[in-house]
């Protein structure tokens, strides 16, 4: 009784193996691509942090120097005002 089951064949392995190793590959590809999305917007979202707190930086810095500008010109009045009296009270000594 002859059987009538076909029989693998070492090609037939092979092919088999070789569909398999690449049906894996190409999962590991796509795997690899979804981590770098991941990773990169990630990176994105970073950045914005990034640049959100440079522009908060910013701005205390520009008000920081238009406080001390006005705590300049306040110190400069005052310095103005005690070199008046100091020549007021010089000029009341010498006479």
Known sequence: ???DKPKLS???LLI???IAVMIVGFGGMIYAI????AELESSRRDLGK???TVADLAKAQA???VIDALHTKS???IQRRLDLIERR???????
Do not use: I, R, W, Y
Not at 34 to 37: A, I, L, P, R
Not at 89 to 95: A, I, M, Q, V
């Open 10 to 12: 070492l090609t037939t």
């Open 16 to 18: 088999v193996g070789q």
């Open 1 to 3: 009784m002859p059987d």
């Open 50 to 52: 990034l640049a959100d």
């Open 89 to 95: 009270t010089h000029e009341g000594n010498l006479k």
């Open 63 to 65: 008000s920081s120097a």
């Open 34 to 37: 979804g981590g770098k999305v």
């Open 75 to 77: 110190l400069e009045e």
